[in-house]
């Protein structure tokens, strides 16, 4: 008979589950890390590297498992996700914890050049989302 033991919070259940996971075969939980990508004029500059390293030092490679990028306009007004052909490449370094995004020339544009310097108002590009094997 198996028994679920007392657990008196939810850092316990995670544990829990995932050690029951593990026995199980593999890990199957996933975890979620959102990284700003902060300034980028993108009619500028057609590449971002944005590091993670201090939030996210138990990525590596093996664990990851899929990387997307949501990009907004300058007015903020719409937003635009990786997985189309708005992309060139979206390159994951593991040693050197960071994400490189090439943007394709559909955002070499006006409505993606304005950066904090400009408008102090304007704090981020977008975001890199990152899931991991926990």
């Given at each position: 008979?198996?028994?679920?033991p007392y657990i008196p919070n939810?850092?316990?259940?995670?544990?829990?589950?995932?050690?029951?996971?593990?026995?199980?075969?593999?890990?199957?939980?996933?975890?979620?890390?959102?990284?700003?990508?902060?300034?980028?004029?993108?009619?500028?500059?057609?590449?971002?590297?944005?590091?993670?390293?201090?939030?996210?030092?138990?990525?590596?490679?093996?664990?990851?498992?899929?990387?997307?990028?949501?990009?907004?306009?300058?007015?903020?007004?719409?937003?635009?996700?990786?997985?189309?052909?708005d992309f060139d490449s979206i390159?994951?370094?593991?040693?050197?914890?960071?994400?490189?995004?090439?943007?394709?020339?559909?955002?070499?544009?006006?409505?993606?050049?304005?950066?904090?310097?400009?408008?102090?108002?304007?704090?981020?590009?977008?975001?890199i989302i990152l899931w991991v094997?926990?």
């Open positions: 008979m198996f028994r679920v939810i850092d316990g259940i995670y544990e829990f589950l995932r050690s029951i996971y593990t026995r199980l075969g593999g890990s199957v939980l996933t975890k979620c890390y959102v990284v700003e990508i902060g300034d980028w004029d993108m009619s500028t500059d057609a590449t971002k590297t944005v590091e993670y390293k201090q939030t996210l030092d138990d990525i590596n490679y093996k664990s990851l498992l899929n990387v997307s990028v949501q990009i907004y306009n300058d007015n903020k007004t719409k937003s635009y996700f990786s997985g189309t052909d390159y994951v370094d593991s040693t050197t914890k960071n994400v490189t995004i090439t943007r394709s020339s559909f955002f070499n544009s006006s409505d993606f050049n304005l950066t904090s310097a400009g408008d102090a108002t304007f704090k981020s590009r977008g975001r094997t926990a």
